[in-house]
Nanobody, 114 residues
Framework: QLQLVESGGGLVQPGGSLKLSCTAS????????IGWFRQAPGKEREGVSCITSGGSTNYADSVKDRFTISRDNAKNTAYLQMNSLKPEDTAVYYCYAVWTRNYWGRGTQVAVSS
């Protein structure tokens, strides 16, 4: 089955860290550009970060200098390291892969609260 599966979400206190993973099954991520998106309750889905097949990265201003996107093609997995988390980072985080086809994961919940 061709799919992306996110993991690593959870509840964390403000200032804490989480590392999200996005693993592909049924296809290889090597040639795909990968993005992380998030959707908070009552808000539209927004782009957080992306990484090209060549390793170039981009970040939304709201997460720049706090989040780091990476990929490990040998593990068929992409990551989002999130540091200095804030309550406004609370959302469902989705992984997206695009090349000749595109795939969305089902999301993982991140909650930042004291």
């Amino acid at each position: 089955q061709l799919q992306l599966v996110e993991s690593g979400g959870g509840l964390v206190q403000p200032g804490g860290s989480l590392k999200l993973s996005c693993t592909a099954s049924g296809f290889t991520l090597n040639y795909y550009n990968i993005g992380w998106f998030r959707q908070a309750p009552g808000k539209e889905r927004e782009g957080v970060s992306c990484i090209t097949s060549g390793g170039s990265t981009n970040y939304a201003d709201s997460v720049k200098d706090r989040f780091t996107i990476s990929r490990d093609n040998a593990k068929n997995t992409a990551y989002l390291q999130m540091n200095s988390l804030k309550p406004e980072d609370t959302a469902v985080y989705y992984c997206y892969a695009v090349w000749t086809r595109n795939y969305w994961g089902r999301g993982t919940q991140v909650a930042v609260s004291s």
